[in-house]
């Protein structure tokens, strides 16, 4: 068996044990040594990632399933969308260093946005107060910064000098 480039697709298989043969792409390599269409092997590997030609076990950090050129294009995919998507949460988060001043903010998953601010304590003392899903968390999220806004005593982009509870009361009204 040669590997050999494909006229047709310009294409060098990465799998050793491919070939192109009889017009069509082959891979080889089971028990009984014969040999398989590609099209079905590369149908089960639609669950599996694979970073520049090279396969990525589940076990790796930012493994996510399909075919990237670099890590940076898996780990950014997803966010093409983010802008269009308006379900999330918006959320209060507080931390007993500050106790009168919290946080309201929007995420599309609460527990994963604190889970972001932990990063940044080195004594992980973030706290997920309270938060409400919503179909718009943008606008959501503007009309407690503006209710926020008129009732706290100061206030610093998305932090508020206010109580935890009178925030949540807040965000209960866009419940």
Known sequence: MQ???????????????SSFEDGEWWVRGNADGGRRRVDPHNNKNHKRMFVDGKYIPQAHPLWKSGRYKSFNDAAFSSLQNYPKSTVGCVYVIKNPAWPEWVKVGKAVDAQDRLNSYQTSDPFRSYILHHHIE?????????????ELGAVSLERHNEWFRITADDAAVVLNTHN
Do not use: A, C, M, Y
């Open 134 to 146: 919503v179909k718009d968390r943008h606008i959501t999220e503007l009309q407690v910064h503006q």
């Open 3 to 17: 590997n050999i480039t494909s006229v047709v697709h310009g294409q060098t298989p990465t799998n050793i044990n």
